[in-house]
C-alpha cells in the first residue's frame, strides 16, 4: 500500500529565481540539494494563494515556506490549495490549507 503525504514547513531554500526579490539573485547554497531532494521523491510544490513571500529582511523578500505532496496525495485530494495569509509577527507569514 502506497501513503497520501503532505510535509509543509520553512524550507529555508528558494527554487527559482522569482522567489527572491531585493538583493543578490544569487540563489544560498543549500537549494540545489534542496531541488535534488524533491526531484529523488518526486514531490509537487503545491504552490500558494496570497503574498508571493513568506519571510522578509529589511529589503529582501523570499518565498521559503511552500507544502510538498507527493502523488499520491494530489490523486486523493487534487484541489489541496496553500493559503499564505496575513503576518502575525515581523518577518513570518502564516500558511492555510484547504482541500
Known sequence: MRLS???????NAIQSEEEKRGSSKK??????LFQQFCQSYSLEDLGFQGSNFTW???????????????S?????LPKT????????MPGTL???FDS
Do not use: K, M
Open 27 to 32: 540563489y544560498s547554497s543549500n537549494c540545489p
Open 56 to 70: 522578509n529582511r529589511g529589503l529582501v523578500f523570499e518565498r521559503l515556506d511552500r507544502a510538498l505532496c507527493n
Open 94 to 96: 502564516i500558511d492555510l
Open 81 to 88: 490549495t496553500v493559503y499564505h495569509l496575513q503576518r502575525i
Open 5 to 11: 503525504w503532505l510535509i509543509a514547513d520553512d524550507f
Open 72 to 76: 499520491h496525495w494530489d490523486l486523493l
